[in-house]
T-cell receptor, first 112, second 113 residues
Framework: AQSVAQPEDQVNVAEGNPLTVKCTYS??????LFWYVQYPNRGLQFLLK??????LVKGSYGFEAEFNKSQTSFHLKKPSALVSDSALYFC??????????FGTGTRLKVLA | DTEVTQTPKHLVMGMTNKKSLKCEQH?????MYWYKQKAKKPPELMFV???????INESVPSRFSPECPNSSLLNLHLHALQPEDSALYLC????????????FGQGTRLTVV
């Protein structure tokens, strides 16, 4: 069965510092991995995805993610955090057609 | 147009009421989804329509009734809900296939009193 794990409920980082939000996955077959962000009382916004190819994926708002097959990880990164990046972040894996398995979410707090 | 539009944004309903949630997209996506999300939890899949046909029903109680009138519209009819059904209801759409990302609406905040 496909699954993703987000080991941290919350990540705090100072504005201007690099940030990392962790995600590990367990899939049979090729992993199709996604990151979404959710601001309060809003829907999820797609940030980026890994399908195949380059292990470093660039996405929206300056975010990027590194796919590591040996460590089965897909960590979300940003070189310099902004206060406006504070939100809830979900990692997800595609489980067949039409099914996305979401992680439990990580709350990112960027401190001014 | 890369938007999924949901109406209403907020809804308060009594346990004996009948109401409907609406969702619209004009991206040409042929898969449309309903998710339920409780506070600080990941979205839980409820229903998937593919090419206007119900493809997935995640054992959702019959008090929730989905409808897909055409390729751009998705409704969720609500009847005799319980207070524990209070949640954020999210609509999403995508192209078919496991490699595609879903686009989400901003949700309907439902409160059952």
């Amino acid at each position: 069965a496909q699954s993703v794990a987000q080991p941290e409920d919350q990540v705090n980082v100072a504005e201007g510092n690099p940030l990392t939000v962790k995600c590990t996955y367990s899939v049979s077959g090729n992993p199709y991995l996604f990151w979404y962000v959710q601001y309060p009382n809003r829907g999820l916004q797609f940030l980026l995805k890994y399908i195949t190819g380059d292990n470093l994926v660039k996405g929206s708002y300056g975010f990027e993610a590194e796919f590591n097959k040996s460590q089965t990880s897909f960590h979300l990164k940003k070189p310099s955090a902004l206060v406006s990046d504070s939100a809830l972040y979900f990692c997800a894996v595609s489980s067949g057609t039409y099914k996305y398995i979401f992680g439990t979410g990580t709350r990112l707090k960027v401190l001014a | 147009d890369t938007e999924v539009t949901q109406t209403p944004k907020h809804l308060v309903m009594g346990m004996t009421n009948k109401k409907s949630l609406k969702c619209e997209q004009h991206m040409g996506h042929r898969a449309m989804y309903w998710y339920k999300q409780k506070a600080k939890k990941p979205p839980e899949l409820m229903f998937v329509y593919s090419y206007e046909k119900l493809s997935i029903n995640e054992s959702v109680p019959s008090r929730f009734s989905p409808e897909c009138p055409n390729s751009s519209l998705l409704n969720l009819h609500l009847h005799a809900l319980q207070p524990e059904d209070s949640a954020l209801y999210l609509c999403a759409s995508s192209y078919p296939g496991p490699r595609t990302e879903a686009f989400f609406g901003q949700g309907t905040r439902l409160t059952v009193v």
